[in-house]
C-alpha cells in the first residue's frame, strides 16, 4: 500500500510539473542507460488510468534510485532521481528481504 502512495505521488508531481521541461525518451534506451551506468533494475511498477505507467528503478550496489513515467506511445520521462536508496526491509532492520 505505501508503494502504492509513494508512486501515486510521483504521478501527480509529474503532472504538476509538465511545464518544468522534463528529461524524456524512448523507454528501451531511457532503461538501457540506467541499468548501463547505474546498474539499477526494475524494483515497482504503478499502471494508472491515462495509460501511463510508473516505474521506479533502484541498485543495491550504487545505491541510487529513479522514478520514470511512460506514455502509451513510448514516450518515457524521468520523475525523479536520487542517491543512498534503502529498502523498506533494511530501513525495518530486515535487511535479509
Known amino acids: 500500500m ?21 528529461n524524456c525518451g524512448d523507454r528501451a ?3 538501457d542507460h540506467l541499468q548501463q551506468r547505474f546498474g539499477e533494475t526494475q524494483v515497482a511498477v504503478q499502471w494508472h488510468d491515462d495509460l501511463s ?3 521506479v528503478f533502484q541498485s543495491a550496489q550504487t545505491q541510487t534510485w529513479t522514478i520514470l513515467r511512460t506514455q ?11 542517491l543512498e536508496a534503502e529498502s523498506i526491509a533494511t530501513l525495518m532492520g530486515n535487511p535479509s528481504t
Open 72 to 82: 502509451p506511445n513510448g514516450l518515457t520521462c524521468l520523475i525523479a532521481s536520487g
Open 29 to 31: 534506451r531511457v532503461i
Open 53 to 55: 505507467v510508473v516505474e
Open 2 to 22: 505505501k508503494l502504492r502512495v509513494i508512486l501515486s505521488a510521483a504521478l501527480a508531481i509529474s503532472a504538476n510539473s509538465a511545464a518544468a521541461q522534463p
